[in-house]
Every structure is written in C-alpha cells, then in structure tokens.
C-alpha cells in the first residue's frame, strides 16, 4: 500500500518536472507562429530555421557555444590550483581565494551581473564577447572547485605518504597520482559549468549589452516581443545538452558521490 | 628526474606561492572587485539625462527607505518591492523543500543505478535556463491553451461555479467572469519558482538522506513502526537541520529571480530584480540608485545565507 503511495508520489513529480518541458518540445512543432499546444499543422521547418537558415538563431548559437566552452575551461583552469591549494595547504590564505571564488556563484546573480556590467564599461570592455566568457568563468568558478575538491578528498593519503618515502618529488606524486585520480572530477566540474553558462541569463543579459544575443538573451528578447516557436527549438538544444553532459558525467564520474551520498554504500 | 631527493608530503615547492598570488589577483578583479563596485557606485548621484557621477551620498539609500520626496512626503514603494521579493522567495523555497522531501526519501531507498538515472533527470531539470523554464509555465498557463483550457474543457469550472469558489478565485485575481486565469498572478509567479528549485531541493537533502544510518530504520520497522512512523519519528527529526538550511539556500537563491517576475507576476507586485534592471539598463536611468538597490539585495542575500552557513556548521558538530 505505502509501496504503492510512494511509486505514485514519485510518477507524479516527475509528471510535474516533465510538463513545461514536454510542452515546450512540442510547441516546437507548431507551424504557425505562434505557440500553440498541442501543436498545429506539426512541421519540422523551425528546426532548419535554428539550425541552418535564421541567421539570428544561428549566430546565437555560435556565440552561446563559444562562451560555454571558453569560459567552463578557463572556469576549470582557475579553480584547479584554488582546490589544490585547499587540499595541500591549509592556509588562511588558500581558504580566502576558495572563498572568493565560490561567493559570485552563491550570490544573487543579478547583483553580480550589475557589478560586472560597471567593470567592463569602465574598462571599455563591455558587450564584447571576451567580456561576456570571462564573466561566466567568474560566475561558475565555483562548480570545478567544488568537483576538484570533492575529487582531491577521495585520494588516499596513505598513497602520497608512500610515494614520499619512496623519493618522489611533489611534482612526481602529483602526475603519477593526483591527476590520474582527479581527471574525471575536474571533467565533471567542466561540464557543469558548461552546462549552466549555456543556460545562463541574467549576468549575460547585463555584459552583453544588448552588443550581441546568445540563445538565452534571443529567447528571452522573444518572451518579450511575442512568441514565435523557433525559440522552442532553442529550448530543446538545451535539454538534449544538459540530458548528453550529465549522462556522460555518470557514465564516467560517479555521480552519486559527487552530490554527496556515502560512498561506502552501493 | 635527476636525483631522488626524499621530500615530506606538503612541503613547500617554490613558485607554487606565486600561482597563488597570480591567482589571488585574477579572482579579486574578477570575483571580488564587481561587488566592491556596486558598493562605491551605490553612494554616487545621478545627473542630468542618463549619466552620474562619484560622490559620498546617502541619498540613494535614503530613497529606497522613506522616498524621493522625504520628508515632505514618505513612499515605501521600495520596501513593498523588497517586501514582495521576501514573499515570492520564501513561499516558494518552502514549498519547493515540503515537496523534495518525501521525493528524496523514496529516491535513496531505490538502488544505486535508479538513484544515477534520476539524478541525470533532475541535474538536467536543474541546468534549465530560468527563460526556458518560464516559457514552458506560459504556454502551460496562458488563457488560449494550457490549464485554463483543460478547466473549461472537463467543466472544472462549471464544477467551481457551481460551488461557488470560483468567486474565492476572483476576488483573488484569478479568473476572468468567464473562466479561471492564471496569469498574471502570485500563484503563477510562486508555482513557477519552486518549479525552478525543486531540483535543488532534491539535490540539497540527498547527501543527508542518503546517509541516514540503515541500521536506525532498520531497528524502527523490527519494533513494529509503520512506514510513515518511521519517517515522521526517525527521519524528520535527522532531517531538520538539512530541511531548514536548504529551505534558506533556496531561498537567497530565488530573491535574484529575474525573468518568473518581469513576466508572471502583476507590475503592482514586482521584485526588487525588476527595478534594479530598469535602474541600470531599463527605461528609469539611475545607475547609483539601481546599484544602492542591488546593495540591499545583496545583504538581504548575505545575511541569510550567513545564518544558513552557522546552520550547516551547527548539523555538522552534531554530526
């Protein structure tokens, strides 16, 4: 009975979770140009429109690409020596560049969009794309530190201790050790902040400048100006995205020991 | 690899004092410095047209508690707008945890494999962009298609009419003489927001959950507790401290939400997101006053994010 109660429970949240996802899919399929579910006259002509003939869709997604990938990596690139500084030496001073780090993520975004917003323009640098990657890797900065270092904890000291008495420079133990055992944290750190840079709106909505559109701004500028159901194809890019990054997370990571189960337990 | 000189574990390697002092300089421009800059701007005055200048003013701060017209004449408008902010937040974060609460229990019963398969499902859920999140809700509660639709079809409204709670339903603003009516309206703006944290609610109580001693559980359901005795006796309680501090994490995370408000809520109740946008990029033009209403926000922010901070340190010392 209560067996029951809960499968029901659980069918019914996902139900809740999958409803404006399911929706939105489908409205990709409209053939009008408006937003309609269910659809009318299903048609596939939005997706070529994304993908290959509406240049603003496209130059979206080039852009959104670009600042996903450039910025989760130069993201990863600073949290690695924060995380290993952390883990090596606790000292003040690692704990307040870890802190530093994680404090835009932990923020109300907007704020930090503002902030950001006043940086470039003093600097001269606003609506430029640059301007834009480095701001996502300072916005998601704190998701590799917080993967590296979940990834750091799990080596085995005893290990490093070893490798110590058996003459191994800090250099040695940490390219025969350390990294091999980080690699599929520091991946899963870079595909987070990947994933949640694409999907990013507010920070972008203030660097950019209205200068240039990612997919995000383009659908949000659609929000506003009436619907049209290519937006909804942008939509699904997102999701068929984020679906591929954290299979591959789990596929390769072990994803329930990053969200923090005991991993004593199977 | 010349000589293998024996070296203790931690032992200070030369230069790796510079990379941190590099880094320490590109997170202060980059991590530090945007909020260093609201602050200072916040105390600027604005001048004529759109552009301002440096300066030591209070004014901005002074207008956002008492009005610009003070003290010939008070305006709250924007503590109404922080007070909206508060509402919208803390209604859904609680929501959004009452609900993650027993969808987490049952998750970390299941096995491993079941929990990575949902765990993918919910980290997807949880990277979607707050604007496509917010475009779903409105094709699922506009007035032409979605749940208004599905009300009128199955005579659910009639059904109300009926009753006589569709009266309730308009003098709350949500229905048309003709059928119930969505948007704009606090429940829309609320459904939709603990739609966007209850994934994080989930990922928030599982390492807790997930670690509860089996063996305590265990010993409830031999002594004959049913399960949900077990839960409300056993794992509540265990659970408190987690439910509580997601409850606030979630909450400082939704007092930035951005685009739920601009469109699902009515202009009367709007955020403080809204009139920070207009302030810096929108039609208003005030920079110093928009950057002395994201200040605010921004203490809000920190102040309870500090309390939740103390929280997780008071479970761990219980731990």
């Known amino acids: ?266 | 690899m010349t000589a293998a000189r024996p070296q203790a574990s931690g032992g200070r390697r030369p230069g790796f004092g510079a990379v941190q002092a590099l880094l320490g300089l590109v997170l202060a421009a980059l991590c530090v410095a945007p909020f260093a800059i609201v602050l200072v701007v916040s105390f600027g005055q604005v001048v004529e047209g759109a552009s301002w200048r440096w300066a030591l003013s209070l004014e901005n701060y002074l207008r956002f508690f008492v009005g610009l017209e003070w003290p010939a004449s008070t305006s709250f408008l924007y503590l109404q707008k922080l007070w909206w902010t508060l509402v919208y937040a803390g209604l859904a974060a609680v929501i959004a945890v009452a609900f993650a609460f027993p969808f987490t229990w049952l998750t970390t019963r299941q096995s491993r494999r079941i929990q990575t398969v949902w765990l993918v499902f919910l980290l997807s859920s949880l990277s979607l962009s707050e604007v496509f999140v917010v475009m779903g809700w409105d094709v699922l509660l506009s007035n032409r298609s979605g749940l208004p639709m599905v009300f009128r079809e199955t005579g659910l409204t009639d059904w109300l009419q009926s009753v006589g709670w569709f009266d309730t339903l308009r003098d709350w603003g949500m229905a048309t003489p003709r059928n119930v009516r969505f948007k704009t309206s606090v429940f829309a703006t609320v459904l939709t927001m603990s739609y966007l944290v209850f994934p994080y609610a989930v990922i928030l109580l599982y390492p807790a959950l997930s670690r509860l001693d089996p063996a305590m559980l265990e010993a409830a359901r031999t002594m004959g507790a049913r399960p949900f005795t077990v839960i409300r006796t056993v794992v509540l309680p265990a659970a408190r401290l987690p439910l509580t501090g997601a409850a606030l994490l979630l909450f400082v995370y939704l007092l930035g939400a951005y685009v739920v408000v601009s469109v699902f809520a009515d202009p009367a109740r709007q955020t403080l997101t809204i009139t920070i946008y207009e302030s810096v990029r929108g039609a208003t033009l005030n920079a110093p006053f928009g950057a002395a209403q994201a200040v605010i926000l921004l203490l809000t922010a920190g102040g309870f994010l500090l309390a939740s901070l103390r929280l997780s340190r008071l479970a761990e010392a219980k731990a």
């Not at chain 1, 070893?162 to 040695?172: F, H, I, K, Q, S």
């Not at chain 1, 997919?215 to 890019?237: D, E, H, K, Y």
Request: charged share 10%; glycine share 6%; aromatic share 12%.
């Open chain 1, 1 to 266: 009975m209560s067996r029951l109660a809960g499968r029901l429970y659980l069918a019914w949240c996902a139900l809740f979770v999958l409803a404006p996802i399911v929706v939105v899919c489908a409205a990709a399929l409209n053939g009008g140009r408006t937003m309609l579910f269910p659809p009318e006259d299903p048609t596939l002509e939005r997706f070529v429109e994304f993908f290959v003939s509406d240049p603003v869709w496209t130059r979206a997604l080039q852009r959104s690409i670009l600042i996903a990938v450039a910025s989760a990596a130069i993201a990863t690139l600073i949290a690695w020596p924060t995380a290993y500084g952390l883990w090596r030496r606790d000292t003040k001073l690692s704990k307040l560049l870890a802190a530093s780090m994680a404090m835009p993520f932990a923020l109300p975004p907007i704020v930090f969009g503002v902030g950001l917003g006043f940086l470039w323009a003093f600097s001269g640098l606003i609506g430029t794309i640059p301007a834009g990657i480095l701001s996502h890797a300072a916005l998601h900065g704190a998701l590799p530190l917080a993967t590296i270092s979940i990834g750091l904890q799990s080596i085995d000291r005893a290990h490093l201790d070893a490798a110590a008495t058996m003459g191994a420079t800090e250099r040695t133990a940490f390219r025969t050790i350390v990294l091999p055992q980080t690699i599929p944290y520091t991946l899963s750190g870079f595909f987070f902040a990947l994933v949640l840079s694409f999907n990013e709106f507010i920070v972008m909505f203030f660097v950019s400048a209205s200068a240039y559109a990612t997919v995000t701004l383009q659908i949000f500028n659609s929000l506003r100006n009436g619907f049209t159901p290519t937006m909804a194809v942008g939509a699904i890019v997102f999701i068929l995205t984020s679906v591929a990054v954290f299979s591959l997370v789990a596929r390769f990571g072990d994803l329930p020991r990053l969200m923090g189960a005991d991993p004593s337990r199977r």
